[in-house]
């Protein structure tokens, strides 16, 4: 089992930033993908950004040139980087990551994420 604690959420002014940071524990063999997702009220979850082990990227197109993703291998900790913050960001943040040859799923319980305007 793989345990993941998100932390870096709250409130924030629009045009502001957060770092939100994602820590996985427990019988990690290898992490192949680390994702945040985000879902917001009568949303459907969505993939926000991904990296993969050797540091491939990808984003949705709405966060791109605002968000970064990066990742700590050796602390099996993902983080991302939230700047020009808008009030269409607030969702529930979730971390996700895949690991070993069959890629199993684990998810965090998720971080609040407000933007206000």
């Known amino acids: 089992q793989v345990q993941l604690v998100e932390s870096g959420g709250g409130l924030v002014q629009a045009g502001g930033s957060l770092r939100l940071s994602c820590a996985a524990s427990?019988?990690?063999?290898?992490?192949?993908?680390m994702g945040w997702y985000r879902q917001a009220p009568g949303k459907q979850r969505e993939l926000v950004a991904a990296?993969?082990?050797?540091?491939?990227?990808n984003y949705v197109n709405s966060v791109k040139d605002r968000f970064t993703i990066s990742r700590d291998n050796a602390k099996n900790t993902v983080y991302l980087q939230m700047n020009s913050l808008k009030p269409e960001d607030t969702a529930v943040y979730y971390c996700?990551?895949?690991?070993?040859?069959?890629?199993?799923?684990?998810w965090g319980q998720g971080t609040q994420v407000t933007v206000s305007s």
């Open positions: 996700n990551v895949k690991t070993g040859s069959f890629n199993n799923v684990y």
């Open positions: 427990g019988s990690i063999f290898r992490i192949n993908v």
């Open positions: 990296i993969t082990s050797d540091g491939s990227t």
